[in-house]
């Protein structure tokens, strides 16, 4: 099959994958919006998804975001980043993304709030959870999520939607539950304990091999690469 097809055909069973997990969840699709995960995905075959009508693309690389900018020129579509971000990356990134979900401390908050002052401008954010207490991975601990969420909140040029976690990786998909779990209980709790001020509506978190139980466990955004474009290099 050519590359286009191909893509075209795994967007297609992505959508009817998606509608099977809502349906056994007891959810309605369109509350799961599909977030494209393009690194190391070259911008003619993202285009090629994002004519299909996926318009979310996430970003883990400032680099992989300005390479990628003639490509994607003219397409409706908007950019998040979702991988770690640096402090000194901070002025590149706001150039090209809507939304960073990698949000992790305060000093981060602290300087993306003091640019965007400068900017006048405000973005949304999404606080990152390491909900598998993987030495490797970045996000806020779980303990000290609810303190980062509240000082986000705080910021006003930061618009703060929700929270995202990667799950445990492993083969087995049931492992990750756990960790989509407690990234709802979080919500839950920070939702609960502001009277509701705070609602985090976003819940992005579920990949490729384990959206089924994100979605079960209330995602409301999944990230999706290999599932669309297929295998990366390692
Ligand atoms: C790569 C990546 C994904 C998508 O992973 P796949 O297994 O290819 O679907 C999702 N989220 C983040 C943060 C990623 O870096």
């Known amino acids: ?74 397409l409706d579509c908007t950019r998040h980043f979702i991988g770690h971000l640096q402090s000194n990356k901070v002025n590149q990134v706001l150039r090209h993304v809507s939304c960073i979900q990698s949000i992790d401390s305060v000093d981060l908050a602290d300087r993306l709030q003091r640019r965007l002052d400068t900017l006048d401008q405000t973005i949304d954010v999404l606080v990152q959870v390491n909900t598998s207490a993987e030495d490797s991975k970045f996000g806020v601990t779980a303990d000290g999520a609810a303190d980062l969420i509240r000082e986000v909140a705080r910021r006003d040029r930061l618009r703060l939607r929700g929270l995202m976690t990667i799950g445990l990786p492993s083969d087995d998909p049931e492992l990750a539950r756990p960790s989509y779990r407690s990234l709802r209980a979080i919500r839950d709790d ?45």
């Open 190 to 234: 920070v939702r609960h304990s502001t009277g509701g001020e705070l609602r985090l509506d976003v819940l992005s978190m579920g990949m490729s091999h384990d959206l089924d139980i994100a979605i079960a466990e209330g995602a409301t955004m999944v990230r999706v690469g290999t599932a669309v474009f297929g295998t990366r290099q390692a």
């Open 1 to 74: 099959m050519q590359i286009d097809a191909r893509i075209q055909a795994n967007v297609t069973a992505l959508h009817e994958r998606i509608a099977h997990s809502c349906r056994a969840a007891g959810r309605d699709p369109a509350d799961v919006d599909i977030l494209l995960a393009t690194k190391q995905v070259p911008a003619d075959r993202i285009a090629t998804a994002v004519r299909t009508g996926i318009r979310l693309i996430g970003e883990n690389k400032v680099q992989e975001l300005a390479e990628k900018d003639a490509g994607l020129a003219g």
